[in-house]
């Protein structure tokens, strides 16, 4: 097992939009299933950080709302992952987020 830390940058773009963060994990942990994933639901406040154990597999992390979806799979490995995940400032396309992570 190792730490996953995933940030939500603090911003004005989204702060008013419910974001939903699942993590991947074991079947007995999760309370949702999203193409045949089985996942675990977080809160995702604004300016907040979630931190959770993860398997050592690959693992798929999915940041949701009503207008977007964004996907970054963790490969496997021992080391512990910090991610941040932000708006992108795009109008036309529904200001998405993009999840990065921090070295």
Sequence with gaps: MRKLSIKRKWSI????????LFVECAQEESNVTI????????KFANGKTVETQIANDSVTVIVTSSTM??????P????DVALLAA????PMQGNPFIISEIK
């Design 13 to 20: 773009i989204e702060c008013g939009s419910k974001i939903q």
């Design 35 to 42: 193409d045949g994933k089985f996942l675990k639901e977080f």
């Design 69 to 74: 979806e964004a996907r970054y799979t963790i």
């Design 76 to 79: 496997e490995g021992e080391n």
């Design 87 to 90: 708006p992108k400032y795009a």
